[in-house]
Protein backbone atom coordinates (compact mmCIF):
# COMPACT_ATOMS: atom_id res chain seq x y z
CA UNK A 1 0.00 0.00 0.00
CA UNK A 2 2.55 2.14 0.83
CA UNK A 3 5.23 2.18 -1.87
CA UNK A 4 7.71 2.17 0.54
CA UNK A 5 8.50 6.01 0.94
CA UNK A 6 8.11 6.45 4.54
CA UNK A 7 6.98 10.55 3.82
CA UNK A 8 4.40 9.61 1.68
CA UNK A 9 1.78 7.75 4.46
CA UNK A 10 -0.85 10.24 4.67
CA UNK A 11 -1.89 8.23 7.70
CA UNK A 12 1.58 9.31 9.42
CA UNK A 13 0.96 10.09 12.84
CA UNK A 14 3.64 13.10 12.69
CA UNK A 15 2.32 14.24 9.26
CA UNK A 16 -1.53 14.07 11.11
CA UNK A 17 -0.52 16.07 14.22
CA UNK A 18 1.44 18.75 11.78
CA UNK A 19 -1.58 19.04 9.82
CA UNK A 20 -3.74 20.09 13.09
CA UNK A 21 -1.00 22.42 14.39
CA UNK A 22 -0.51 24.08 11.36
CA UNK A 23 -4.20 24.47 11.02
CA UNK A 24 -4.66 26.14 14.55
CA UNK A 25 -1.86 28.31 13.92
CA UNK A 26 -2.85 29.46 10.28
CA UNK A 27 -6.78 30.07 11.92
CA UNK A 28 -5.32 33.69 13.46
CA UNK A 29 -2.50 34.25 11.28
CA UNK A 30 -4.77 33.86 7.76
CA UNK A 31 -7.67 36.02 9.18
CA UNK A 32 -5.19 38.76 10.36
CA UNK A 33 -3.30 38.32 6.98
CA UNK A 34 -7.16 39.20 5.26
CA UNK A 35 -8.10 41.74 7.74
CA UNK A 36 -4.84 44.27 6.97
CA UNK A 37 -5.04 43.61 3.56
CA UNK A 38 -8.26 43.98 2.94
CA UNK A 39 -9.89 46.18 5.43
CA UNK A 40 -9.42 50.04 6.69
CA UNK A 41 -11.64 51.26 9.53
CA UNK A 42 -12.17 54.97 9.12
CA UNK A 43 -15.38 57.04 8.53
CA UNK A 44 -18.49 55.50 9.09
CA UNK A 45 -17.08 52.53 9.70
CA UNK A 46 -15.34 49.23 8.59
CA UNK A 47 -14.45 49.67 4.66
CA UNK A 48 -13.08 47.59 2.09
CA UNK A 49 -9.35 48.80 1.25
CA UNK A 50 -8.43 49.24 -2.18
CA UNK A 51 -4.77 46.94 -2.80
CA UNK A 52 -2.00 48.64 -4.80
CA UNK A 53 1.53 49.11 -4.52
CA UNK A 54 1.82 51.82 -1.70
CA UNK A 55 -0.32 50.02 0.38
CA UNK A 56 1.88 46.79 0.24
CA UNK A 57 4.97 48.38 -0.09
CA UNK A 58 4.14 50.29 3.25
CA UNK A 59 3.44 47.18 4.97
CA UNK A 60 6.97 45.12 3.85
CA UNK A 61 9.04 48.24 4.77
CA UNK A 62 9.18 46.62 8.01
CA UNK A 63 11.10 43.13 8.52
CA UNK A 64 8.40 41.83 10.71
CA UNK A 65 5.72 41.98 8.26
CA UNK A 66 8.36 39.96 5.62
CA UNK A 67 8.94 37.46 8.32
CA UNK A 68 4.79 37.38 8.91
CA UNK A 69 3.98 36.58 5.36
CA UNK A 70 7.22 34.48 4.64
CA UNK A 71 6.05 32.21 7.40
CA UNK A 72 2.31 32.31 6.14
CA UNK A 73 3.40 30.98 2.67
CA UNK A 74 5.61 28.68 3.74
CA UNK A 75 2.88 27.27 6.15
CA UNK A 76 -0.15 27.56 4.01
CA UNK A 77 1.52 25.67 0.98
CA UNK A 78 2.77 23.04 3.47
CA UNK A 79 -1.17 22.57 5.12
CA UNK A 80 -2.72 23.02 1.52
CA UNK A 81 -0.73 20.94 -0.29
CA UNK A 82 -0.46 18.10 2.02
CA UNK A 83 -4.29 18.32 2.40
CA UNK A 84 -4.44 17.75 -1.66
CA UNK A 85 -1.94 14.90 -1.26
CA UNK A 86 -4.68 13.21 1.22
CA UNK A 87 -7.64 13.58 -0.86
CA UNK A 88 -5.31 12.38 -3.82
CA UNK A 89 -4.92 9.12 -1.85
CA UNK A 90 -8.26 8.16 -1.33
CA UNK A 91 -8.21 6.69 -4.94
CA UNK A 92 -6.24 3.44 -5.23
CA UNK A 93 -3.08 4.48 -7.19
CA UNK A 94 -0.70 2.02 -8.42
CA UNK A 95 2.65 2.91 -6.98
CA UNK A 96 4.76 4.43 -9.72
CA UNK A 97 1.52 6.69 -10.15
CA UNK A 98 1.82 7.39 -6.34
CA UNK A 99 5.56 8.30 -6.52
CA UNK A 100 4.40 10.42 -9.75
CA UNK A 101 1.99 12.53 -8.00
CA UNK A 102 3.61 12.79 -4.62
CA UNK A 103 6.62 14.08 -6.83
CA UNK A 104 4.61 16.92 -8.87
CA UNK A 105 2.96 18.16 -5.66
CA UNK A 106 6.58 18.44 -3.97
CA UNK A 107 8.29 20.42 -7.29
CA UNK A 108 5.19 22.36 -7.33
CA UNK A 109 5.32 23.35 -3.60
CA UNK A 110 8.69 24.35 -3.84
CA UNK A 111 8.08 26.31 -7.15
CA UNK A 112 5.63 28.14 -5.14
CA UNK A 113 7.32 28.52 -2.18
CA UNK A 114 10.74 29.93 -3.95
CA UNK A 115 8.04 32.09 -6.10
CA UNK A 116 6.76 33.88 -3.19
CA UNK A 117 9.75 34.21 -1.30
CA UNK A 118 11.80 35.77 -4.13
CA UNK A 119 8.73 38.11 -4.67
CA UNK A 120 8.77 39.22 -0.46
CA UNK A 121 12.23 38.73 0.81
CA UNK A 122 14.14 41.05 -1.42
CA UNK A 123 11.16 43.71 -1.85
CA UNK A 124 12.34 47.47 -1.38
CA UNK A 125 9.87 50.06 -2.98
CA UNK A 126 11.39 53.00 -4.68
CA UNK A 127 11.23 55.92 -2.04
CA UNK A 128 8.80 57.51 -4.15
CA UNK A 129 6.20 54.82 -4.25
CA UNK A 130 5.90 55.36 -0.41
CA UNK A 131 4.55 58.72 -1.05
CA UNK A 132 0.90 59.56 -1.98
CA UNK B 1 -29.28 7.17 2.88
CA UNK B 2 -29.80 9.30 5.80
CA UNK B 3 -26.63 8.41 7.06
CA UNK B 4 -24.52 9.37 3.97
CA UNK B 5 -25.84 12.92 4.90
CA UNK B 6 -25.59 12.90 8.33
CA UNK B 7 -23.87 16.00 9.66
CA UNK B 8 -20.50 15.12 10.39
CA UNK B 9 -20.38 13.45 6.56
CA UNK B 10 -21.53 16.86 4.57
CA UNK B 11 -19.34 18.98 7.58
CA UNK B 12 -16.60 16.41 6.40
CA UNK B 13 -17.28 16.87 2.90
CA UNK B 14 -17.21 20.47 2.92
CA UNK B 15 -13.96 20.62 4.55
CA UNK B 16 -12.23 19.09 1.57
CA UNK B 17 -14.27 20.96 -0.83
CA UNK B 18 -12.87 24.27 0.66
CA UNK B 19 -9.66 23.23 1.26
CA UNK B 20 -9.38 22.54 -2.36
CA UNK B 21 -10.39 25.37 -3.34
CA UNK B 22 -8.79 27.57 -1.31
CA UNK B 23 -5.37 26.11 -2.14
CA UNK B 24 -6.72 26.75 -5.87
CA UNK B 25 -6.51 30.14 -5.10
CA UNK B 26 -3.38 30.24 -2.88
CA UNK B 27 -2.03 29.00 -6.36
CA UNK B 28 -3.31 31.85 -8.34
CA UNK B 29 -3.02 34.19 -5.09
CA UNK B 30 1.07 33.73 -5.14
CA UNK B 31 1.29 34.38 -9.07
CA UNK B 32 -0.76 37.65 -9.26
CA UNK B 33 1.26 39.16 -5.97
CA UNK B 34 4.59 38.00 -7.67
CA UNK B 35 3.52 41.15 -10.26
CA UNK B 36 5.25 43.10 -7.17
CA UNK B 37 8.50 42.69 -8.83
CA UNK B 38 7.37 44.58 -11.65
CA UNK B 39 7.11 48.09 -9.75
CA UNK B 40 4.38 50.17 -9.09
CA UNK B 41 2.66 50.42 -12.59
CA UNK B 42 2.84 46.64 -13.53
CA UNK B 43 1.70 45.75 -9.85
CA UNK B 44 -1.19 48.20 -9.94
CA UNK B 45 -2.22 47.33 -13.45
CA UNK B 46 -2.42 43.66 -12.41
CA UNK B 47 -4.49 44.61 -8.63
CA UNK B 48 -6.58 47.61 -10.63
CA UNK B 49 -7.88 44.28 -12.86
CA UNK B 50 -8.63 41.65 -10.21
CA UNK B 51 -10.71 44.32 -8.03
CA UNK B 52 -13.16 44.61 -10.61
CA UNK B 53 -17.31 43.92 -8.86
CA UNK B 54 -17.18 40.42 -10.66
CA UNK B 55 -13.84 39.35 -8.84
CA UNK B 56 -15.77 40.91 -5.45
CA UNK B 57 -17.95 38.66 -5.64
CA UNK B 58 -15.30 35.64 -6.09
CA UNK B 59 -13.44 37.38 -2.93
CA UNK B 60 -17.15 36.47 -0.73
CA UNK B 61 -17.00 33.54 -1.56
CA UNK B 62 -13.29 32.90 -0.73
CA UNK B 63 -13.91 34.90 2.68
CA UNK B 64 -16.93 31.98 2.94
CA UNK B 65 -14.79 29.02 2.28
CA UNK B 66 -11.55 30.31 4.00
CA UNK B 67 -14.01 30.83 7.67
CA UNK B 68 -15.88 27.54 7.15
CA UNK B 69 -12.91 25.56 6.85
CA UNK B 70 -11.07 27.64 9.54
CA UNK B 71 -14.43 27.59 11.99
CA UNK B 72 -14.85 23.12 11.33
CA UNK B 73 -11.42 22.95 11.93
CA UNK B 74 -11.01 24.49 14.84
CA UNK B 75 -14.20 21.79 15.68
CA UNK B 76 -12.24 19.06 14.67
CA UNK B 77 -9.52 19.73 17.22
CA UNK B 78 -12.37 20.72 20.00
CA UNK B 79 -13.27 17.11 19.02
CA UNK B 80 -10.35 15.15 18.91
CA UNK B 81 -7.99 17.43 21.49
CA UNK B 82 -10.50 18.88 24.08
CA UNK B 83 -12.98 15.82 24.38
CA UNK B 84 -15.76 17.36 22.41
CA UNK B 85 -17.34 14.82 21.11
CA UNK B 86 -19.95 14.05 23.17
CA UNK B 87 -21.41 17.92 22.36
CA UNK B 88 -20.31 16.73 18.36
CA UNK B 89 -23.88 18.59 16.51
CA UNK B 90 -23.88 21.58 19.19
CA UNK B 91 -20.03 22.44 18.55
CA UNK B 92 -20.97 22.17 14.72
CA UNK B 93 -23.62 25.28 15.30
CA UNK B 94 -21.73 26.95 17.78
CA UNK B 95 -18.39 27.68 15.27
CA UNK B 96 -20.89 27.92 12.25
CA UNK B 97 -22.65 30.96 14.28
CA UNK B 98 -19.16 32.45 15.08
CA UNK B 99 -18.17 31.34 10.99
CA UNK B 100 -21.41 33.46 10.00
CA UNK B 101 -20.94 36.47 12.30
CA UNK B 102 -17.58 36.77 10.53
CA UNK B 103 -18.82 36.25 7.59
CA UNK B 104 -21.70 38.72 7.42
CA UNK B 105 -18.87 41.40 8.92
CA UNK B 106 -16.35 40.88 6.21
CA UNK B 107 -18.81 40.33 3.27
CA UNK B 108 -20.58 43.52 3.68
CA UNK B 109 -17.59 45.64 3.30
CA UNK B 110 -16.44 43.79 -0.39
CA UNK B 111 -20.13 43.81 -1.05
CA UNK B 112 -20.70 47.76 -0.94
CA UNK B 113 -17.36 48.27 -2.39
CA UNK B 114 -19.04 45.86 -5.56
CA UNK B 115 -22.14 47.05 -6.03
CA UNK B 116 -21.03 50.92 -5.85
CA UNK B 117 -18.32 53.22 -4.59
CA UNK B 118 -15.31 50.91 -5.45
CA UNK B 119 -12.80 49.82 -2.13
CA UNK B 120 -11.83 52.61 -0.34
CA UNK B 121 -8.48 54.53 -1.16
CA UNK B 122 -5.57 53.45 2.06
CA UNK B 123 -4.73 56.91 1.96
CA UNK B 124 -8.18 58.39 2.44
CA UNK B 125 -8.72 58.61 6.13
CA UNK B 126 -4.29 59.07 6.38
CA UNK B 127 -5.25 62.65 5.04
Redesign the interface.
Known amino acids: MNGGLRGMNSGGLIGWFLQ?MT??L??PV??LH?WVT??????S????????????A?RLSSPWWKLIDISL?LI??YH??R??WV?LQEAPHRPWVRIALYCVILVFGAA?AI??T??ILP?RA?PA?LL? | MRYRWHLGYVAWLLNRVTGIAITAYLVIHIWVIHNLTKGPEGFNRVMAFVQQPLFKLGEIALLGAILFHAMNGLRVLCIEWAGGAGIQKRLFWWVMAIGLILFVFGAYPILVSAVGGGPVETGEFLR
Open positions: RGLLVVLVHYIVGGGVHQAEVDYTMVALVLGLGVVLLGVTFPAR
